[in-house]
């Protein structure tokens, strides 16, 4: 009986009372009218006085109890001061018992034996309604039913009838019996409100860690504004003296130079080409973040541009004493042919990159309906627990020191999000020390594959006059003397406006505008103030060495072929060239 007579931890103690107590004022209107008939059935001669004192002891004893019980409810009973909150509601109810039990005293003597009936069933009942008002505070039910259900035993034992002997015993065992469910009682009371409890914390914890959850979230989202808007500034800056350098160096590799110079020349020129390659591979990325990458699904062969990813990188592994082998096929597939090239780029300069011995190779598998290009190597390998992170931005393996011929990291995570854009999966398998395998699903091409017509031959340069429009000195003066080694006539400007009264004076065949110019004013509003005066179809390219998303899909709504710092000078030529034809 020892856990009958436990009072739970504070918070449950409080409530405990509290529902106590809410469920002690209801009864205030139950007692005026069972009190008044009593008073009309059992009072007789003998015993009124004695029935109209009981009453207004009921009815005192009542009003005390809820009085008690509204002042309690508006105060705080923290502290400590729930437990002598139960001490006093014992009190009251047991004060409450033993008015009702001496109902018992006033009637019974002077009763019919229907009269008897009533009183015992009625402290019976008042007993056993009290228990689902006061079992959720145990002791405080058990002050009042003892003290009720006793004064009717030692009333029922003091009766000379037998009889009544015998019901004083049954009134000692219902007693133990509404003890047992009264204990029955609070353990699901209390079990209930700390289930509560539970809820209402888990409640709290799961609205911290929601917060926490969305603030992490902001925060990563402000990290990656922050990560795009420095890569975006960084790139633009970077692109635009290698821009210019290209151009210099093209412009110098036309002029009369020494054996010794020659070998420079070249060196220089590779170091620009790794630069330039490292910068295109952070646009690569920039252009699938800002989501500008729109597929031109087509029909096309497989084995043209396996031919082309073999003849450019075969030499990168030869250089490294490794073995490059391409199986030929005949499939076709329907996607878009300059992505997917991107993609396998990606996993075959990545395979040579991480491959010291053995080698690499290049083979379709025919799966149902789709192909499988599947990209060998005899590499390092990567271990399970990396495998989802090599398709992170920046995440290399292998390379603490941050080697630049081991690329930016970027290669796989370009691979993926190109993969994504097209729809389709890109899955890989690997065992460290073993190597790995990256298979790009393709769909087959139901139609027949068309070959693309040849593209027109555009007029040659010489002879074009140019206006260029950059606010770069020294981009325009790169651009001025790559220009004129081809034999055009170039004329520059560094605004808008210069540019307007430079073609106001000599009628333009080109025009090629850097895309950020001063004043906030961007290349494709200069393009578009340009042919307003010279007329619409008035030839035009722009170069942007920007990155930002918002920028280049600026850029591209503007339908001006665009191209990207560094330029390369045979690009640039052959955007020339694509435009004036």
Known sequence: MRSFWQISEEHLLIEQLRLLLRNVIPSLFTTFPLVGILVWALSVDGNRRNMLVWAAAVIASRLLTVWHAR????????????????????????????????????????????????????????????????????????????????????????????????????????????????????????????????????????????????????????????????????????????????????????????????????????????????????????????????????????????????????????AKGLVYRSRETTVAVNSDATLVEMIVRNLVSNAIRYTEHGGVLVACRRRGHAVAVEVWDTGIGIAQADQQDIFSEFHQLGNPERDRNKGLGLGLAIAQGLAKTLGHDLTMASRPRYGSVFRLSLPLSQAAVTKSPSAPVGRRLERQRVLVIDDDTVVRSAMAQLLQSWGCTCDTADSMEEALGVAHVVRPDILISDYRLRGQRTGAQAITELRALLGPLTPALMITGDTAPERLREALASGVLLLHKPVKPEQLYQAMVDVLG
Request: glycine share 4%; no cysteine.
């Open 71 to 318: 002042r309690t409810l508006a105060a705080d009973l923290s502290g400590g001061r729930a437990r002598r909150e139960v001490v006093v509601l014992m009190l009251l109810n047991a004060l409450d018992g033993v008015i009702w039990g001496a109902l018992a005293w006033a009637a019974l003597d002077s009763a019919t034996l229907v009269g008897n009936v009533l009183v015992m069933s009625v402290i019976a009942g008042v007993a056993n309604s009290a228990m689902s008002a006061l079992a959720v505070v145990p002791p405080v039910f058990f002050a009042f039913s003892v003290f009720a259900l006793a004064g009717l035993a030692l009333k029922l034992g003091l009766m000379p009838d037998p009889t009544y002997g015998a019901l004083a015993g049954i009134s000692a065992v219902y007693i133990a019996v509404l003890m047992a469910q009264a204990r029955i009682s609070a353990h699901a009371a209390r079990a209930a409100i700390h289930l509560r409890f539970e809820n209402i914390n888990l409640i709290e914890r799961l609205r911290v860690e929601t917060n926490k959850a969305q603030e992490a979230h902001q925060e990563a989202e402000l990290a990656n504004l922050a990560k795009t808007k420095f890569l975006a500034a960084a790139s633009h800056d970077l692109r635009q003296p290698i821009h210019a350098q290209g151009l210099f160096l093209d412009v110098l590799s036309h002029s009369p130079l020494s054996p010794y110079q020659s070998e420079v020349l070249a060196s220089t020129r590779s170091a620009w080409l790794a630069t330039s390659d490292m910068l295109n591979t952070l646009l690569d990325f920039s252009r699938i973040e800002a989501g500008v990458v729109h597929p031109n699904v087509q029909p096309f062969h497989l084995q043209s541009l396996l031919h082309t990813i073999e003849n450019d990188l075969a030499p990168l592994a030869d």
